[in-house]
């Protein structure tokens, strides 16, 4: 059975960090690429960053260009969101997803985790 787990969410005062993990099981994610999304209350679920299977290729929102970077560690399986510089409007909840293919900056991804709460406060 495939599986995401995320960990690493929180509540953090604007300004803080946080960093996120994602580790995958059931099978082997490491030649199809990953992503972060996010959704706040009330709007739709967005795409945060994706990266490539080899690490050697990222794709950022704008809005968190500069502030989040991307990982992978595929000998484990895992994959991390470092967020630096956290802004109240980063509130929601993140996913990861695995075995995405396609255009990374709008990529198809046939995983999700269940999900963890980023919480910002002002």
């Known amino acids: 059975q495939v599986q995401l787990v995320e960990s690493g969410g929180g509540l953090v005062q604007a300004g803080g960090s946080l960093r996120l993990s994602c580790t995958a099981s059931g099978r082997t994610f490491s030649y199809y690429g990953m992503g972060w999304f996010r959704q706040a209350p009330g709007k739709e679920r967005e795409r945060v960053a994706s990266?490539?299977?080899?690490?050697?290729?990222?794709k950022y929102a704008d809005f968190v260009k500069g502030r989040f970077t991307i990982s992978r560690d595929n000998s484990v399986n895992t994959m991390f969101l470092q967020m630096n510089s956290l802004k109240p409007e980063d509130t929601a909840v993140y996913y990861c997803a695995g075995h995405c293919y396609g255009d990374l900056a709008r990529p198809t991804c046939d995983y999700w985790g269940q999900g963890t709460q980023v919480t910002v406060s002002s």
């Open positions: 990266i490539g299977w080899s690490s050697g290729i990222t």
